[in-house]
């Protein structure tokens, strides 16, 4: 079992570097990163799934914390909306961690392909979606569609993780009218905190790899700042292209995955 960097090879550690880096510019701007960086940290000798789950996590929250705070510098999103909404992501991400302990995540592995071709199908064939703010709920209704949001998309953070701030995005654009710009700086901080509820249940367990993760962390710190930075600076189209790239990788990946579980 691997504890930090012994026995890893400088090219995997030159990879590990890399792929932190991108995951953190594809986290910035639409969500996904963990695509990225998650098979890289499978390359560890030794590493075994729950470390790489949880080491995961702790480099995602650095890249984050640094887009969350670049986007709010420059877009100012809503926080009265952003900040309730992830305090209860942050309690389903923890929910969803504990049952990822007890239950597979292949379970639930088709239910999400399905959800995530309706979500392609949807951006393909409305292209008008997302480019303005144009909220569909005001008043209470608001806020409780908001934390309904932040809820089942915490928890399945927690359960499974990949796509996280994609979800994010398309919920706040397609559920509550939000541009995609103010919907991924929203997403970012909803994000930070489901990054802190899953870490928050791995941390007693002794999963971390400390070393590997402050490595991903500093790379996604920079990766995210330069995301945050171009998706401010390329609006709302820029990042609906972005977001349907990393859907369509989503859905192969997680596809892959329900059928080498269904027939392998």
């Known amino acids: 079992m691997v504890s930090g960097f012994e026995s890893i090879q400088l090219a995997t550690i030159i990879l590990l570097v890399v792929a932190g880096f991108a995951a953190g ?22 590493i075994t799934p729950v470390q790489a789950l949880a080491t995961n996590k702790m480099g995602s929250i650095f890249g984050t914390t640094t887009s969350s705070v670049t986007f709010y510098r420059r877009v100012r999103p809503d926080l009265w909306t952003a900040i309730p909404m992830a305090v209860i992501a ?40 997302g480019n303005l703010t144009v909220l569909r709920h005001d008043g209470r209704t608001h806020y409780v569609v908001a934390c309904l949001i932040g809820a089942v ?14 979800f994010l995005v398309i919920a706040l654009v397609s559920a509550m009218g939000y541009a995609f710009l103010e919907a991924s700086a929203k997403a970012k901080i909803v994000n930070m905190a489901t990054n802190a509820g899953a870490l928050i249940f791995f941390l007693p367990h002794g999963s971390l790899l400390w ?54």
Do not use: C, E
């Open 90 to 129: 942050l309690a389903g991400s923890f929910g969803g961690a504990v049952l990822a302990a007890t239950l597979p995540a292949s379970v639930f592995k088709p239910i999400i392909v399905a959800a995530l071709i309706a979500v392609a199908l949807f951006t393909a064939f409305k292209p008008d979606v």
């Open 25 to 46: 510019w594809v986290d910035a701007v639409v969500g996904g990163g963990g695509l990225l960086q998650l098979p890289a940290l499978l390359l560890v000798p030794g």
């Open 211 to 264: 070393g590997i993760g402050l490595l991903l962390g500093v790379a996604n710190m920079a990766g995210g700042y330069l995301g945050a930075r171009t998706a401010v600076k390329q609006g709302s189209r820029f990042i609906r292209i972005v977001f349907l790239s990393v859907v369509g990788a989503l859905i192969i990946k997680l596809g892959y995955d329900v059928w080498h579980d269904t027939f392998a």
């Open 153 to 166: 998309i915490g928890f399945y953070d927690g359960l499974i993780g990949p796509g996280t701030g994609s």
